[in-house]
Nanobody
Framework: VQLQASGGGLVQAGGSLSLSCTASGVTFSRYNMAWFRQAPLKEREFVGR????????YYADFVKGRFTISRDNAKNTMYLQMNNLKPEDTAVYYCAADSFRAGVGVTDYDHWGQGTLVTVSS
């Protein structure tokens, strides 16, 4: 399984950014997918996840109402739409996949992308 995250960049506070995670070497529609992020000197933390079907999307409290996860199984791609970005959202964002689990912990996912950097300026 190979995951490629993209779409990161520099944005001003209050702005928006859209990330993508494209999978290859796998039947994407069979995998639960998640986004995590890791800020400098901090542990990797859960952002949100979606089941293989696109149902039951779940978010961390600090992104509810601002971030939206979606997926297009025909394109083997998951998306993270981020609105009203804050400086504290600055981090490397990672996508992750698992064929069975769909939890909120790093150990709940067997496959990881390389990460894409999001920087929010104040």
């Amino acid at each position: 399984v190979q995951l490629q995250a993209s779409g990161g960049g520099l944005v001003q506070a209050g702005g928006s950014l859209s990330l993508s995670c494209t999978a290859s070497g796998v039947t994407f529609s069979r995998y639960n997918m998640a986004w995590f992020r890791q800020a400098p000197l901090k542990e990797r933390e859960f952002v949100g996840r979606t089941f293989w079907s696109g149902d039951f999307t779940y978010y961390a409290d600090f992104v509810k109402g601002r971030f939206t996860i979606s997926r297009d199984n025909a394109k083997n791609t998951m998306y993270l739409q981020m609105n009203n970005l804050k400086p504290e959202d600055t981090a490397v964002y990672y996508c992750a996949a698992d064929s069975f689990r769909a939890g909120v912990g790093v150990t709940d996912y067997d496959h990881w992308g390389q990460g894409t950097l999001v920087t929010v300026s104040s």
